[in-house]
């Protein structure tokens, strides 16, 4: 069985400050581990991804990720929030078909 | 090269009516996956289809949920007799065969939203 959580319903974050959006994932066999945004009334729009090599990945708008083994962990960071980066953030794990941690809302203010 | 297509964008049905909901995959893509994201919750997994072929439907209700993506045409989700727990955000996304990890990940469209008044 697979599971991908994010402990923190909401994160708020100062603009210009930096950014953390956690994320554990709980996974038999290898983890294929994504970030993917929501914005009010949208679709998903795909943010960065980690299949293998390195641990920290660079993805869209400036956000990255590492991925660590031994803490099961994959969190998204950004060195300087915008406001425009706030929206509903979705970790998760392709095991055969994406399962999704339950969001984050990230809320910057100016 | 459009994305995935999803329509309708918006879908308002009275309870008892049915609910069609439509997907057409981006140009190349053979794997269809529906998603729902209930009010206040995450997104969650109901099926996935390939053309002509249910791959994995454990996510989809027993009763009144059924998929298909035929051979030609977009791929299908019909609500049968909806209720006032159907009103959710309906997801679809597609992929390219998935068995090469490069190509692991999906393209969202943009979803349908489905009232049941």
């Known amino acids: 069985a697979q599971s991908v959580a994010q402990p923190e319903d909401q994160v708020n974050v100062a603009e210009g400050n930096p950014l953390t959006v956690k994320c554990t994932y709980s996974v038999s066999g290898n983890p294929y581990l994504f970030w993917y945004v929501q914005y009010p009334n949208r679709g998903l729009q795909f943010l960065l991804k980690y299949i293998t090599g390195d641990n920290l990945v660079k993805g869209s708008y400036g956000f990255e990720a590492e991925f660590n083994k031994s803490q099961t962990s994959f969190h998204l960071k950004k060195p300087s929030a915008l406001v425009s980066d706030s929206a509903l953030y979705f970790c998760a794990n392709q095991g055969g078909k994406l399962i999704f941690g339950q969001g984050t809302e990230l809320s910057v203010k100016p | 090269n459009a994305g995935v297509m999803q329509n309708p964008r918006h879908l308002v049905r009275r309870r008892g009516q049915e609910a069609r909901l439509r997907c057409s995959p981006m140009k190349g893509h053979s794997h269809v996956y529906w998603y729902r994201q209930l009010p206040e919750e995450g997104l969650k997994f109901m099926v996935y289809?390939?053309?002509?072929?249910?791959?994995?439907e454990s996510g989809m209700p027993k009763e009144r949920f059924s998929a298909e993506f035929p051979k030609e045409g977009p791929s299908i989700l019909r609500i049968q007799q909806v209720v006032r727990g159907d009103s959710a955000a309906y997801f679809c996304a597609s992929s390219p065969t998935p068995s090469n990890p490069a190509n692991y990940g999906y393209t969202f469209g943009s979803g349908t939203r489905l009232t049941v008044v």
């Open positions: 289809l390939q053309k002509e072929n249910i791959i994995d």
